[in-house]
């Protein structure tokens, strides 16, 4: 079987981890980079001698290629995404899918319309950790699940288009969308900025699930220690899971407590259980490797990825959602239980630029131009 030939646009932090995975995965080959920046193209061409290089997405297109790979700053995700779409071409966009919830719908229509596979690299899914995760909660060994607590946080990288909840909550946010798969009811979040007005660089989200289920989410760029953890406790069992613990990345721990009632007081009384720890064998992998190998498979088959237009659709209603909450200073926000979707005549009425992720409050721009679009 001949490998999916793969084009990557954008060559800066992102992208030669891409390049490198498509590289090595069985299933796919990186046969060209898009870079708007020489000194970029001149890297990746040092990195990978037989990988073509690109200076626009015409030259790119222009290529003998099965799909193309998105990985460039949020605010230029839906019109570079969308030219591939249009040339034919099944596209992979990093996270988040766009920078508000109409361009992420926009996107979804037009995959669908066109029948092309429009996949969100929301790589954590992936992990051989966080599919073992999701074996425990759908076995019911956790019980009841009473609240998510999330906590991803380190100094730097700070990021000047988008503030630290578009930055880091996507990886908490599609982990726990993908473990619940239990639409959320009502959102808030809480932020400030520090080093750059107006792009929080703190910020603490919480989302209400219903049935007593919440999830808190604590995202931080000033963190003097990185910390990369969740809590998902239930009635019977709760998990940690600890991304910087490659040894021992998942422990479940049979600690809690036990409600029985009193005879003499009628009421419910409250008793510790306390059990066994267990960490779970998790087989070795690297995720971008799995998620590479998926997206392959789900173009051959021509099927639905796990980290789909949808699935981005509703995480970046979340973000959007919780920056709206921060300016609002806190304030919940009830959220849709649908899933509408644009048409793709609506595509025409967003300029690149107007919607700038993370900053959902202020007025429309001017469009901007994108290099790579000429």
Not at 70 to 87: G, I, K, N, Q, Y
Not at 141 to 170: C, E, K, M
Request: glycine residues 8%; negative net charge.
């Amino acid at each position: 079987m001949e490998r999916l030939r793969i084009g990557l646009i954008g060559y800066g932090y992102w992208g030669p981890n891409l390049v490198r995975n498509f590289s090595t995965c069985p299933a796919t080959e990186a046969v060209a980079v898009c870079d708007a920046s020489p000194a970029r193209r001149a890297a990746a061409a040092r990195t990978y001698p037989g990988v073509a290089t690109a200076a626009s997405v015409d030259e790119l297109l222009d290529l003998p290629l099965d799909a193309v790979a998105v990985a460039t700053p949020v605010s230029t995700h839906f019109p570079l995404a969308m030219r591939c779409l249009e040339a034919g071409k099944d596209v992979l966009v990093e996270k988040p899918l766009a920078g508000s919830v109409r361009e992420a719908q926009i996107l979804t229509a037009r995959a669908a319309r066109l029948g092309r596979v429009l996949m969100v690299d929301h790589t954590y899914l992936f992990s051989n950790a966080v599919r073992r995760m999701k074996q425990l909660v759908e076995s019911g060994d956790l019980g009841d699940l009473h609240y998510v607590d999330s906590v991803r946080i380190n100094l730097g990288l700070f990021q000047t288009d988008v503030n630290v909840v578009w930055d880091l909550a996507p990886h908490d946010l599609s982990i726990v969308e993908y473990l619940l798969g239990t639409p959320p009811r009502s959102i808030s979040a809480w932020g400030c900025a520090h080093a750059t007005p107006e792009i929080e660089d703190i910020a603490y989200v919480n989302v209400d699930y219903g049935e007593n289920l919440m999830a808190n989410f604590h995202v931080n760029w000033l963190s003097p220690v990185k910390v990369r953890q969740i809590i998902v406790a239930g009635s019977k069992k709760s998990m940690i899971f600890n991304e910087l613990n490659p040894a021992e990345p998942l422990k479940v721990y049979d600690r809690g407590i036990e409600l029985s009632e009193s005879e003499e007081t009628q009421r419910l009384r409250v008793g510790y259980r306390t059990g066994d720890l267990w960490s779970p064998h998790i087989e070795a992998g690297e995720a971008l490797q799995a998620m590479a190998t998926h997206f392959a498979d789900c173009v051959r088959g021509r099927a639905d990825p796990v980290s789909d237009g949808r699935m981005g659709v509703r995480v970046v209603r979340l973000l959007e959602a919780a920056t709206r909450s921060i300016r609002a200073q806190g304030g919940r926000l009830v959220l849709p239980g649908g899933e509408t979707t644009y048409g793709d005549g609506d595509a025409g009425a967003i300029r690149p630029g107007d919607l700038r992720p993370g900053l959902t409050d202020r007025p429309p721009g001017p469009g901007r131009s994108h290099s790579l679009l000429r």
